[in-house]
């Protein structure tokens, strides 16, 4: 009896040490096997009972070793399979290197678009856009373009029908402007960029096909002086605090007083250098007060109202940002470019 315990005791000891699981579940058959009431060390703890009593300090210390090594492979088992739950088994080499994912970048005349509607949003004008195939009444006639202006020769526009009233590629977006002021009444305060085309030769400083944003604000008592504070915000915001504009007297058919804008060169600080050409100034924009007529046409009373107008080619403010010195850049799409502006996101 005692040396078959004796045996029975080392055998279980010798299982038990060799069980494995890899799944909580084993283990708690584990242990309704060995440690449950029916369970295979209990059954050696009843049969104790009939161990004679000289040996039954020997098989109790036998047997509470047994219990001890059960119960100690079972907290073993649970304890590696948890921690294996934590650290999972990867089937791939993680120190491979990855896939790079390589992202775009976006063009560098969205990013000053975005740049110039933001800081309009900030003083208060909302967004309005239009058509690019325009008719003859909103980019020219409502903007009160004389019948013999040089702006409508065949030169500058490029047509899509000719006739009474001809249909073409915009070739400024103050054709959005006239749209506005017809659906809406002022106060209007609105920005409009867009692409435009104008039948020129491709050259390093002129392109076929450009972007604009132009903007407009009327209401009672609109005056100069808000045109000046408006612009001299945002090319503050623009091109750094220190810059300064300078307004000089120009000529458009819908603005009267006009004007065109120039701001202290970013480059030299106003001392003069080859990109402001030794003045110390940059044109950036036209701008003036809008034209009576143009009001009258849009069904806006200039005895009541006024406003004015502005309007920038964004290709020229993103060169003026960036020093970009050839217009061609922007449409050829070369990587090496693009890739120049990717900080600037
Ligand atoms: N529309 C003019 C252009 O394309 C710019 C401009 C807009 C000038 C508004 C004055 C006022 O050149």
Same mark, same amino acid.
């Given at each position: 009896?005692?040396?078959?315990?004796?045996?029975?005791?080392?055998?279980?000891? $010798?299982?038990?040490?060799? /069980?494995?699981?890899?799944?909580?579940?084993? !283990?708690?058959?584990?242990?309704?096997?060995?440690?449950?009431?029916?369970?295979?060390?209990?059954?050696?703890?009843?049969?104790?009972?009939?161990?004679?009593?000289?040996?039954?300090?020997?098989?109790?210390? %036998?047997?509470?070793?047994?219990?001890? #090594?059960?119960? &100690?492979?079972?907290? #073993?088992?649970?304890?590696?399979?948890?921690?294996?739950?934590?650290?999972?088994?990867?089937?791939?080499?993680?120190?491979?290197?990855?896939?790079?994912?390589?992202?775009?970048?976006?063009?560098?005349?969205?990013?000053?678009?975005?740049?110039? !509607?933001?800081?309009?949003?900030?003083?208060?004008?909302?967004? &309005?856009?239009? =058509?690019?195939?325009?008719?003859?009444?909103?980019?020219?006639? #409502?903007?009160?373009?004389?019948?013999?202006?040089?702006?409508?020769?065949?030169?500058?526009?490029? *047509?899509?029908?000719?006739?009474?009233? =001809?249909? /073409? /590629?915009?070739?400024?977006?103050?054709?959005?402007? @006239? +749209?506005?002021?017809?659906?809406? %009444?002022?106060?209007?305060?609105?920005?409009?960029?867009?692409?435009?085309?104008?039948?020129?030769?491709?050259?390093?400083? &002129?392109?076929? !096909?450009?972007?604009?944003?132009?903007?407009?604000?009327?209401?009672?008592? @609109?005056?100069?002086?808000?045109?000046?504070?408006?612009?001299?915000? *945002?090319? %503050?915001?623009?091109?750094?605090?220190?810059?300064?504009?300078?307004?000089?007297?120009?000529?458009?058919?819908?603005?009267?007083?006009?004007?065109?804008?120039?701001?202290?060169? $970013?480059?030299?600080?106003?001392?003069?250098?080859?990109?402001?050409?030794?003045?110390?100034?940059?044109?950036?924009?036209?701008?003036?007060?809008?034209?009576?007529?143009?009001?009258?046409?849009?069904? !806006?009373?200039?005895?009541?109202?006024?406003?004015?107008?502005?309007?920038?080619?964004?290709? +020229?403010? #993103?060169?003026?940002?960036?020093?970009?010195?050839?217009?061609?850049?922007?449409?050829?799409?070369?990587?090496?470019?693009?890739?120049?502006?990717?900080?600037? /996101?």
């Amino acid at each position: 009896m005692a040396s078959q315990m004796s045996e029975r005791i080392v055998q279980l000891l $010798n299982e038990i040490e060799e /069980l494995k699981a890899r799944r909580e579940k084993e !283990i708690e058959e584990f242990r309704v096997r060995y440690l449950g009431k029916k369970g295979e060390v209990t059954k050696l703890f009843e049969e104790f009972r009939n161990v004679l009593p000289e040996q039954k300090k020997e098989f109790g210390r %036998k047997l509470n070793e047994l219990k001890q #090594a059960a119960a &100690a492979k079972i907290e #073993a088992l649970k304890a590696s399979l948890e921690e294996a739950a934590e650290t999972p088994e990867c089937s791939f080499d993680l120190t491979k290197p990855g896939d790079a994912c390589e992202l775009g970048t976006r063009h560098p005349i969205s990013i000053t678009r975005e740049e110039i !509607i933001a800081i309009f949003n900030k003083l208060g004008y909302s967004l &309005a856009e239009g =058509p690019e195939v325009e008719d003859d009444y909103h980019v020219f006639e #409502a903007l009160n373009f004389p019948p013999d202006h040089p702006a409508r020769d065949m030169q500058d526009t490029f *047509f899509i029908s000719s006739g009474k009233s =001809p249909i /073409l /590629l915009r070739t400024h977006t103050s054709s959005v402007q @006239v +749209r506005t002021m017809e659906r809406r %009444k002022p106060p209007i305060r609105v920005i409009c960029p867009g692409r435009v085309f104008r039948n020129e030769a491709i050259s390093a400083r &002129a392109h076929c !096909i450009f972007h604009q944003v132009e903007g407009l604000y009327i209401d009672k008592a @609109v005056s100069f002086a808000d045109l000046k504070q408006a612009i001299l915000l *945002f090319v %503050k915001e623009m091109f750094g605090e220190s810059t300064q504009i300078r307004m000089r007297p120009s000529y458009f058919p819908f603005t009267e007083p006009s004007t065109e804008i120039d701001i202290s060169c $970013n480059i030299c600080g106003g001392k003069g250098c080859n990109i402001c050409k030794g003045t110390g100034w940059l044109e950036i924009m036209g701008a003036g007060m809008v034209d009576p007529n143009v009001l009258k046409a849009s069904g !806006i009373d200039p005895e009541v109202y006024s406003g004015f107008a502005f309007g920038m080619g964004i290709e +020229r403010i #993103a060169m003026l940002k960036w020093q970009v010195r050839d217009l061609r850049h922007y449409f050829e799409n070369d990587v090496r470019f693009l890739r120049e502006f990717e900080t600037s /996101l």
